[in-house]
Each structure stands twice: as C-alpha cells, then as structure tokens.
C-alpha cells in the first residue's frame, strides 16, 4: 500500500560542542552538502564550501540505497 522512500537527506557528521554542535548532512538527490547548527534554540543551515568558495558535492550514487 505504501510506497518506501529513500532518506531525501542523510548525516554525514556530528560535532558536540557542549550544549549545541555542528552536523553535515547530504541532500541525497542533489549531492550537495549543508553545514547545521545544532542546539539550545538557534539553528541554521547553509551550503557548505570548500577553500575556494565552491559548494561540496559529492557522488549521489554514494547514497543510493542497494
């Protein structure tokens, strides 16, 4: 009846930092990886960059599930 769905994102990396932390996640339709804040109330995301100012992307054939 219900149709099983891949995870549209998945984490990659967590961080503790004390009360709050960092978390990359991958979008696995796109490839493109984003930098979360994590924590006691104030969150954000973005793209995350590697030293020359490009998004990071990785391989989605990486994420697919066998």
């Known amino acids: 009846m219900f149709k099983?769905?891949?995870?549209?994102?998945?984490?990659?990396?967590t961080q503790n930092l004390g009360l709050s932390g960092l978390q990359i996640v991958?979008?696995?339709?796109?490839?493109?990886n984003?930098?979360?804040?994590?924590?006691?109330?104030?969150?954000?995301?973005t793209p995350l960059l590697d030293r020359n100012g490009n998004v990071v992307v990785d391989e989605i054939e990486l994420y697919k599930e066998k």
């Open 4 to 13: 099983k769905q891949e995870k549209r994102f998945v984490e990659k990396y």
């Open 26 to 32: 991958v979008d696995t339709a796109t490839g493109v």
């Open 34 to 45: 984003y930098l979360c804040t994590i924590g006691t109330g104030a969150y954000g995301i």
